[in-house]
């Protein structure tokens, strides 16, 4: 079955300091992985997806299959960082499994 | 510019109350689906759709009906309230299989 994990339910850094936001997963298919935010007061919002390769608002992450695993990364967090984070995977059909979600407070 | 709209934005229901959750929108996106997000456990998907007419089971099904006769719209239907349906419902939509869902705001339902 398919199933994604992020082990830290509650994350705090200090800002400028590094962030990395854990997330496992597992699927005997292709993954298709993404991570989504929610704001406080604000809808959830696609962050980014592996296959774009992109980097958005200074966060990176990679799939490393060989772990099963998808990272969320930023080398210097900022305040405004502050916010719910959702590790999915898509499996078809837009059915999207969720980990059970992060919420990230950056520290002054 | 509206997106992805649920009303309402807040319920309280008895328990045994049927009630409608709204999901509209206007994207003509092929791909709806609906999930509910309780603390601890994320987003759980209940039911999605890939067009008008067709719907499908996901993981948290009993207790919700859907339908899809529009593209437009996906209401969710709540047949006999229960206080374990309390949660925060999100509704979402997708031009295809991989690519970002929009999601709504949001409905809170409280079932006392």
């Known amino acids: 079955a398919q199933r994604v994990t992020q082990p830290e339910k509650l994350l705090s850094v200090f800002k400028g300091a590094p962030v990395e936001l854990k997330c496992n997963y597992s699927?005997?298919?292709?993954?298709?992985l993404f991570w989504y935010v929610q704001y406080s007061r604000q809808r959830l919002q696609l962050l980014l997806r592996?296959?774009s390769r992109e980097s958005i608002k200074g966060f990176t992450a990679d799939l490393n299959k060989g772990e099963t695993s998808f990272h969320l990364k930023k080398p210097f967090a900022q305040e405004e960082d502050s916010a719910m984070y959702y590790c999915?995977?898509?499996?078809?059909?837009?059915?999207?499994?969720f980990g059970q979600g992060t919420r990230l407070t950056i520290n002054p | 510019n509206a997106g992805v709209t649920q009303t309402p934005k807040f319920q309280v229901l008895k328990t045994g109350q049927s009630m409608t959750l709204q999901c509209a929108q206007d994207?003509?996106?092929?791909?709806m689906s609906w999930y509910r997000q309780d603390p601890g456990m994320g987003l759980r998907l209940i039911h999605y759709?890939?067009?008008?007419?067709?719907?499908d089971q996901g993981e948290v099904p009993n207790g919700y009906n859907v339908s899809r006769s529009t593209t437009e719209d996906f209401p969710l239907r709540l047949l006999s309230a229960a206080p374990s349906q309390t949660s925060v419902y999100f509704c979402?939509?997708?031009?295809?299989?991989?690519?970002?869902?929009?999601f709504g705001q949001g409905t809170r339902l409280t079932v006392v």
């Open positions: 699927y005997s298919g292709s993954p298709e």
């Open positions: 592996h296959i």
């Open positions: 999915a995977l898509s499996w078809g059909a837009q059915k999207l499994v």
């Open positions: 759709s890939v067009g008008a007419g067709i719907t």
């Open positions: 994207m003509n996106h092929e791909y």
């Open positions: 979402a939509s997708s031009s295809t299989v991989f690519t970002e869902a929009f």
